[in-house]
């Protein structure tokens, strides 16, 4: 079976910060989101690089916003997903539970 | 402590470096997000550590960036690094041919200024192999459409690698380091052909939209 149309770890952990963050997602609020919840520190260029590779895939689109003065006068760009991400996120995350279905990870091999 | 964060502004060369990387889709809204950021961190921490933090992403963007780019066009980017490396191998040698050229056209000449001739030989020779590096720098990111800083540094970094292992086995030999000062002036100069390319291109493509 081909590999084409799963999602990568970054990308899945993308897809379901925009999913969160519904309207209010550009790069900020998905960058911070993202660290917020992984715990991990993650660049605004790692971030954009999923982000434009997501787009070219089809699995979400962009629209800029207006300039303000506290980004140096610079426009936001908004991203949402598409119909065709969420069925991705739908079949990463079914092929994560099959996969985990019946096994205790907590503590099994500490 | 925070020190006037309403006036902090993100440091000039981290913001220089990172906008040379950053594709024309994104040209607004990278540094728009790191500078919002920034002014955040900086009313919050300190400039301090706003400054920090600025410059730790810059450096991750650039690496993300820079992967980006030769992932999204491998083959048009290998082209224009390995016509640059031809190009080099041409340009490197010119130098000498022209000083050579000229010392038997102008014999008289150089024998009453003997001392124009040394600095010929020996600095203008520096000088004019650099100017040779920023053309191949600025032939490979006009060639490089779009991706002129991943072909740059893709080549500096080939050229760089191959030519310090050359200059180490040199300077074993003789103890001489000025090979090595060559090689790696070399690979800086590549890279800022390809800055200046970037930098025109980028200016070429705000000035109208300002205007």
């Known amino acids: 079976m081909s590999g084409r149309g799963y999602l990568g770890e970054f990308e899945h952990i993308i897809v379901l910060a925009l999913l969160r963050l519904e309207d209010r997602a550009y790069g900020v609020t998905v960058r911070q989101e993202i660290e917020l919840r992984t715990k991990r520190e993650v660049s605004i260029g790692a971030v954009y690089a999923t982000l434009d590779r997501l787009e070219s895939k089809g699995y979400v689109k962009s629209h800029r916003g207006d300039p303000t003065p506290e980004r140096g006068g610079r426009s936001k760009r908004f991203f949402q997903v598409t119909a065709k991400g969420i069925k991705a996120v739908n079949r990463a995350q079914r092929a994560l539970r099959n996969m985990t279905a019946g096994l205790d990870l907590i503590g099994s091999h500490s | 402590m ?8 993100p440091p000039r060369i981290a913001t220089w470096l990172v906008n040379l990387f950053i594709p024309a889709e994104d040209g607004e809204s990278i540094p728009g997000d790191l500078h919002e950021e920034f002014s955040h961190l900086a009313s919050k921490s300190g400039i301090a550590v706003a400054r920090s933090w600025y410059w730790r992403q810059t450096v991750k963007t650039i690496a993300h960036l820079a992967g980006m780019g030769f992932r999204v066009a491998p083959w048009s980017t290998t082209a224009a690094v390995v016509g640059g490396f031809l190009l080099m191998r041409f340009v490197s040698g010119l130098p000498d041919k022209l000083l050579a050229a000229a010392t038997d056209r102008y014999l008289t ?8 001739y040394m600095f010929c030989a020996t600095d203008g020779m520096f000088i004019a192999h650099l100017v040779g590096s920023v053309f191949v720098g600025c032939t490979v990111a006009l060639t490089a459409k779009k991706r002129e800083m991943v072909a740059t ?15 180490l086995v040199w300077l074993a ?3 001489d380091v000025w090979m090595l000062a060559l090689q790696c002036a070399d690979s800086f100069a590549i890279l800022m052909g390809g800055a200046i390319v970037r930098t025109r291109r980028s200016a070429a493509t705000t000035l109208p939209s300002n205007a």
Do not use: D
């Open chain 2, 153 to 167: 540094m893709t080549l500096a970094l080939v050229l760089g690698a191959l030519g310090i292992a050359a200059s």
């Open chain 2, 2 to 9: 925070k020190s006037q964060p309403e006036f902090a502004q």
């Open chain 2, 109 to 116: 000449y150089w024998s009453t200024h003997f001392k124009a």
């Open chain 2, 173 to 175: 030999k003789t103890g």
